[in-house]
């Protein structure tokens, strides 16, 4: 039984470490020599017109977030689909519930215009 609990401890401890050290290797190892040059900013080798730093609406943040949300529960229903004979009525019941779920949750991104794209 503890050799299950060490696995999982290594596993962990390494899943922690791995990206700690990928982050700290770039900034011990790389070369820190700044210059006027160096800290322009880049467009294809042309000099920039306008404001460099442009933001984003984060309404297409949610455009993406809603995407993958329905797109995530819409895999659910294939494997549903293909036994759904076998299932029963519960089952029935089940993906009924969660697909009510489903459009509570698009009328609501709907009604607080998370859909709307301009």
């Known amino acids: ?4 609990f060490a696995a999982v401890g290594i596993l962990l401890i390494f899943a922690v470490a791995l990206p700690v ?4 290797m770039p900034w011990l190892l790389a070369p820190k020599k700044p ?3 160096k800290l322009t900013t880049y467009e294809c080798g042309n000099e920039t017109i306008g404001r460099t ?3 984003f609406k984060s ?3 949610l455009y993406a ?3 993958t949300a329905f797109d995530v529960e819409t895999v659910f229903l294939y494997p549903w689909a293909l036994t759904f ?3 029963g009525a519960f089952a029935f019941i089940e993906m009924f519930i969660f697909i009510v779920i ?3 949750g698009f009328w609501y991104a709907w009604k607080e215009g998370a859909l709307e794209w301009m």
């Open 1 to 4: 039984m503890s050799d299950n």
């Open 21 to 24: 050290i990928m982050m700290a």
């Open 35 to 37: 210059h006027r040059e």
């Open 53 to 55: 730093w442009l933001g």
């Open 59 to 61: 309404n297409y943040f």
């Open 65 to 67: 977030l809603v995407f």
């Open 85 to 87: 004979r076998k299932l």
């Open 102 to 104: 489903l459009l509570v």
